[in-house]
């Protein structure tokens, strides 16, 4: 290897056996008289330029109890409610935004569905096709779209990930297809993205050489050695040391520690045993874990590495599907979701309701204590480069209104939005605030479903 050559425009690899581990950038790698000039100051420069913005999705199901959600006063002083408390570490890159609407997931006619309806129209703003078949019709989602404008620039042109599998065909609310209620990114008008709901497999696909076939004999080769991706890069890793400072050195440690981590954390918690093959026989991969905690940190975890090597700068991840009726014990709160968010108004439902959103809350700050512990080149962390919309299609999960949603937008955008605020709205498409955080990523386009421009957040 002689990473000291590469351009700078390119992300180091490490390479073996099925096995391309990226990593981040790296300033000492600035190649000598790059600029005309071997000077420190022109270096940071070069490498600060490549910084990349990136975006994500985040939805969660059912509603939210919206009283211990919204802010009481708007601006730079407003309070942080009870289930946006675990968020209060990271105020000054917080911005609620109320008032947003979700038009397309109302009847507009069709009756009953508003879970199916909620999670396709989220992203897309088109009126889902109400069919149980296989004639599926919605709209391309926000993140397709910034696919389709940046995606050449990285490994993966993005990431679908999520926590519930299930049906993706059949009728599963009010004759609305399953592929509605189980998709949040779609590529087109009749084609959603699946997303991927095994961590071991989301692991293979970062650190997969471009060989599908290699790679499951490689990792199969792997697990029946009892090796980790990292064995097999070990000598680009130390050749590499060579060239780097002493941060960088540091940086690559702290790097490939967390990789390590993971791959611990996966044999922990996979439902299937590591055990010998036969000769010759290739491993499927392994089921999810078997704790929703431990499922959701590690592809929080994941999508860290994809962010901090520029695997990817689009990435969506629903924390359970429209309509799910999991328990949350871990929340103190052992009842199935969607029938206590058909809460009547009884204060004991809106309780557990309440600590069921405060967890997923926990689980975002868990991301946003990762994304802002790693430091970039222009002096920000990944958090402050990233902008990351949580929320819901469904407000008042009582009521199924698609009103005042439940949103809120995490990160700077490379300081292209100012946080750390309540802004209200009057009835905006929550399709113009995706326009805006595609333009913050330099993946801009006309318009979005049913939007009606930007909503200005500079």
Same mark, same amino acid.
């Given at each position: ?14 390479r073996g056996l099925g096995t391309a581990v990226t990593l981040p950038l790296f300033e000492s790698l600035v190649p000598r008289g790059a600029f005309g000039q071997d000077t420190a100051s022109l270096a940071k420069k070069a490498v600060t330029a490549t910084v990349p913005r990136r975006?994500?999705? $985040? ?24 289930? $946006? ?19 397309? +997931?109302?009847? *507009? ?7 199916? %309806? ?40 993005? $990431?679908?990930?999520?926590? #519930? ?38 692991? @293979? %696909? ?17 697990? =029946? ?5 990292? @064995? ?10 060579? &060239? ?22 996966? +044999? ?6 590591? /055990?010998?093959?036969? /000769? ?13 905690? @431990? ?5 929080? @975890? ?24 999991? &328990? ?28 069921? =959103? ?17 430091? #970039?080149? =222009? ?22 209104? *698609?009103? &005042? ?12 939005v100012t946080s750390g605020r309540h802004l209200s709205v009057d009835n905006v498409p929550i399709t113009n605030v995706w326009l805006t955080m595609l333009d913050s990523i330099g993946a801009s386009i006309p ?12």
């Open positions: 290897m002689n990473a000291i050559n590469q351009p700078i425009t390119r992300r180091t690899l490490l975006v994500a999705w $985040l939805y969660v199901p059912n509603g939210i109890h919206m009283p211990a959600w919204t802010p009481e006063t708007t601006g730079k002083d407003f309070e942080m409610t009870p289930t $946006l408390a675990p968020l209060a570490p990271y105020r000054d890159k917080l911005t609620v935004i109320t008032g947003l609407v979700d038009d397309k +997931a109302n009847a *507009h006619g069709d009756g009953g569905g508003d879970h199916a %309806r909620a999670q396709a129209s989220y992203l897309t703003g088109a009126q889902p096709f109400k069919t149980g078949g296989a004639n599926i019709h919605v709209g391309i989602s926000a993140d397709q779209a910034a696919a389709q404008k940046i995606g050449h620039l990285t490994k993966l042109p993005s $990431l679908e990930i999520g926590i #519930e599998g299930g049906a993706a065909t059949g009728s599963c609310d009010s004759g609305y297809s399953c592929a509605y209620s189980h998709n949040l990114a779609w590529r087109s008008s009749t084609t959603p993205v699946a997303k991927d709901i095994n961590p071991q497999s989301v692991f @293979d %696909r970062l650190f997969a050489n471009g060989n599908p076939n290699e790679t499951a004999e490689a990792r199969a080769r792997r697990e =029946n050695d009892r090796k980790s991706v990292l @064995d097999y890069v070990i000598n680009d890793a130390n050749s590499l040391q060579k &060239n780097l400072a002493l941060a960088d050195r540091q940086k690559l440690d702290e790097y490939l520690t967390s990789v390590r981590e993971i791959e611990l954390r996966l +044999a922990r918690t996979a439902l299937d045993p590591v /055990a010998p093959l036969p /000769a010759g026989a290739v491993r499927p991969a392994t089921g999810k874990p078997r704790e929703y905690p @431990d499922h959701a940190k590690l592809m929080m @975890d994941m999508m860290v590495l994809a962010f901090q090597t520029d695997l990817t700068r689009v990435i969506t991840f629903p924390l359970a599907d429209e309509g799910s009726s999991r &328990n949350y014990p871990w929340a103190d709160a052992d009842v199935p979701h969607h029938p206590t968010s058909h809460h009547m108004s009884d204060p004991a439902k809106q309780a557990l309701l309440q600590k069921i =959103n405060m967890f997923h809350i926990q689980q975002l700050a868990y991301l946003c204590s990762k994304l802002d512990a790693i430091k #970039e080149a =222009n002096g920000l962390s990944i958090l402050d480069n990233t902008l990351i919309g949580y929320g819901s299609g469904n407000s008042d999960g009582n009521r199924h209104n *698609h009103d &005042n949603l439940p949103f809120i937008l995490m990160g700077k955008g490379g300081h292209s318009s979005l479903g049913d939007s009606t421009g930007r909503l200005s957040l500079a």
